[in-house]
């Protein structure tokens, strides 16, 4: 049995994983794009390397704290019960650091590129109202943290075969669906470290609002009504 301080240390190292990958492959993109713009490998590549990275993260790190990653995710066990409010806010603050560490070390590598996409801090598109990236937020990340509960807490799923393949390729299918859109973030953590590290505030309330309220459904409407309670 895993204690507090060793789930904490897993959150931390899957977070900062998930934000050095993710954001770290929007700035690798804009270093290509900067000597050719033909040579980046655009949103497919930004997708595959969020999805992967979360996908062997949580494959790597959920036997110790659950693989969660994103407060999105925990708070669906919150609201079903499934982690204390005590808990719950260790976990978030376990992420938002690895979040934030990992966006505050993509700084001070030597690129140049990152100061031009504001080290992958999401933001919406033009013409792209807060509402509406409020809407494609709750419901990429209801499917990310549906699949969650789906395949990593039902013990009826597949946890130890194929729930890190599955969530992520639901990160990937998220990032290629809303990325033209809000930038895919479905998750307040991936948000938060670059915004801090890069001070780029701009719509930063979407990647809350969005992503929290589509956890919150997905894990009270998994609980509710597919897993079993015997």
């Given amino acids: 049995m895993y204690n507090r301080p060793q789930k904490l240390a897993a959150e931390f190292a899957g977070t900062f994983a998930l934000v050095f990958f993710g954001a770290g ?9 900067s000597g050719n713009p033909q040579s980046g490998f655009g949103l497919m590549g930004v997708a595959l390397a969020q999805g992967l990275a979360m996908g062997i993260m949580v494959t790597s790190l959920g036997h110790i704290s659950g693989g969660h990653f994103n407060p999105a995710v925990t708070i669906g066990f919150w609201v079903t019960r499934k982690l204390s409010t005590f808990d719950t806010a260790a976990y978030w603050v376990a992420q938002a650091t690895g979040a934030i560490a990992a966006a505050y070390l993509l700084r001070r590598l030597p690129f140049d590129a990152w100061s031009s996409v ?11 109202s807060r509402t509406n990236g409020m809407i494609v937020e709750a419901v990429t990340t209801f499917f990310l943290v549906f699949v969650f509960f789906a395949t990593a807490v039902d013990v009826r799923g597949a946890f130890n075969k194929i729930s890190g393949f599955a969530i992520g390729l639901t990160v990937t299918i998220g990032v290629l669906v809303g990325g033209p859109f809000t930038g895919g973030a479905m998750n307040p953590a991936r948000a938060l470290g670059p915004a801090v590290a890069a001070n780029h505030w701009t719509n930063h309330g979407v990647y809350w609002i969005g992503p929290l309220a589509g956890g919150v459904a997905a894990g009270w409407l998994y609980d509710t009504l597919f897993l079993s309670k015997t």
Wanted: proline content about 5%; glycine content about 10%.
């Fill in 25 to 33: 492959a929007i700035v690798a993109d804009q270093f290509l794009r």
């Fill in 118 to 128: 504001q080290l992958g801090t999401p933001d919406l598109a033009s013409g792209i």
